[in-house]
């Protein structure tokens, strides 16, 4: 059998965990925590191609396509 990188990441999904810490694939149902911070403007003009005030569609997309991609681990791209 002969998975894609998006399979494999979706059946070993990749978790970290510390003393205070626990760094999993992001998921749509962390939309809301994550909305909460990055929809703020002292956050937002830190990262310069989002755009404030955020759009809910704007994130859910945002997590949608980066699920399974290697950088998408953290929700990145």
Known sequence: MILTP???????????????????PIAASDYQPANDVFSLECVTKNLAYWPHPLPVEYFKN??????????????WQ
């Open 62 to 75: 945002r997590i949608a396509k980066s699920r399974w991609k290697m950088a998408g681990m953290l929700g």
């Open 6 to 24: 998006e399979q494999w990441a979706a059946l070993n999904p990749l978790v970290l965990t510390g003393q205070k810490t626990k760094l999993r």
